[in-house]
């Protein structure tokens, strides 16, 4: 079992930025590819970005390019999502998860994740 607990969420203006983090305990961190989702009210949960358990290889929604940027540190067990020029189409509860799948980041399937955390809110004012 991978327990993940997310961090990081909070109430920004239009513009503004936050930084997510989730903190992974159980087994081998390094094993696993990370990623993150979201779900905003009345939609189906959508992958946001992923990055494979090196951390040197990184995926992201279309949404989200050049403003989000993930990151690991595979000594803290903590993966990382930096959000800058946030919108308000942004909010949602946001979620990390880990795979066991080989190369699960690159294609951002949420059934390819095997443990989910119990989601952060983010939420962007206009």
């Known amino acids: 079992q991978v327990q993940l607990v997310e961090a990081g969420g909070g109430l920004v203006q239009a513009g503004g930025s936050l930084r997510l983090s989730c903190a992974a305990s159980?087994?081998?961190?390094?094993?696993?590819?990370m990623g993150w989702f979201r779900q905003a009210p009345g939609k189906e949960r959508e992958f946001v970005a992923a990055i494979n358990r090196r951390g040197d290889r990184r995926n992201y929604a279309d949404s989200v390019k050049g403003r989000f940027t993930i990151s690991r540190d595979n000594a803290k067990n903590t993966v990382y999502m930096q959000m800058n020029s946030l919108k308000p189409e942004d909010t949602a509860v946001y979620f990390c998860?880990?795979?066991?799948?080989?190369?699960?980041?690159?294609?951002?399937?949420?059934?390819?994740?095997?443990?989910w955390g119990q989601g952060t809110q983010v939420a962007v004012s206009s």
């Open positions: 159980g087994r081998t961190f390094s094993n696993y590819d």
């Open positions: 998860a880990a795979s066991s799948a080989l190369s699960a980041y690159s294609v951002g399937y949420s059934p390819s994740y095997d443990y």
